[in-house]
Structures are given as structure tokens and as C-alpha cells.
């Protein structure tokens, strides 16, 4: 696992909600990946995979958005941490493990993601945290956990 600098993100415009999507650059290069958000925080490349965490760059809404994308830059996963009227700093992105990220957001909480090497299932309407948030389905292939403040960065 490893941090990228050849991933970004151009403005695609709005999906039918009226949410922001961009899509994702390879050294510049359009890709056919197409994620909600359209500031890049951070990317991480996982075995064929890539991790991206992006935002809406919208003061005092503030949401993180964490895709899981395929090696052909194709969605397989994705979860929304924040909310309304939450102020958040993405910040401190570690890799701890082969399979796990620490970060900081919202309030200065730890948060790990632990990404899954299949299909886990996944009961809609049961939130893998307090202000976590999937659309509905029945697998998901990263979890997301709040940590304690003497849990992270470990």
C-alpha cells in the first residue's frame, strides 16, 4: 500500500441529486472513474485498487467521501462521513497496516478504515458508525471505525 501523487480530480459537474462528481486523472489523463466530490485529499494505491478520499470543498458541511475504485478506475465501494453543519479537517493519513488507514477528521477523531480483500455482508440501515453513511446495499468492501484518541495513529 502506498500514498499517490498521480491522481486528481476535474469537475464533472452535478449527478441527478444536485451533488458534485469529478472525474478521476491518472497523470492528468481522463480516466472513466467517476466519484462524488470534487476536491482529492488524499489517494492510496491497495494492491489493484485505489483509495481516494475526497470532500465537496463546502465550509461548515463538510463531508468526507471514501471510494474504493477498481484498476479500471470503477466504483466498488463507497461511504460518506460527516454531515451538516459539521466542520471537518481531513488530516494525518497513515498507513498502519497492509490493510488499514488512520486519519483525522471532524472534532479531531481518529478514524480506520480496514479494507477487505472480498464481499463482506453488510445489513442496510445498520451504520458501521455514528455519522457514517452508505447507500443502501448488502456488501461492502472497507469498513470505517471510530477510534479512541488513544487508539489512533497507532
Do not use: H
Amino acid at each position: 500500500m502506498r500514498l499517490m501523487n498521480e491522481l486528481s480530480i476535474q469537475s464533472e459537474g452535478v449527478d441527478k441529486c444536485g451533488s458534485a462528481i469529478g472525474r478521476v486523472l491518472l497523470n492528468g489523463v481522463p480516466t472513466d472513474g467517476r466519484v462524488p466530490g470534487t476536491l482529492l485529499e488524499a489517494a492510496v494505491r491497495w494492491d489493484v485498487c485505489y483509495v481516494l478520499f475526497l470532500t465537496y470543498d463546502v465550509p461548515f458541511e463538510e463531508v468526507l467521501v471514501i471510494c474504493l475504485l477498481s484498476k479500471q478506475f470503477k466504483l466498488i465501494d463507497k461511504a460518506f462521513l460527516g454531515g451538516s453543519y459539521t466542520t471537518g479537517n481531513f488530516r494525518s493519513l497513515k498507513i498502519v497496516q497492509g490493510n488499514r488507514l488512520q486519519f483525522e477528521f471532524i472534532g479531531e477523531a481518529f478514524w480506520e478504515i480496514e479494507l477487505l480483500d472480498r464481499k463482506q455482508l453488510r445489513i442496510p440501515f445498520i451504520y458501521d458508525e455514528a455519522g457514517v453513511s452508505r447507500d443502501i446495499g448488502f456488501s461492502r468492501r472497507f469498513i470505517v471505525r471510530k477510534l479512541l484518541k488513544n487508539q489512533g495513529q497507532g
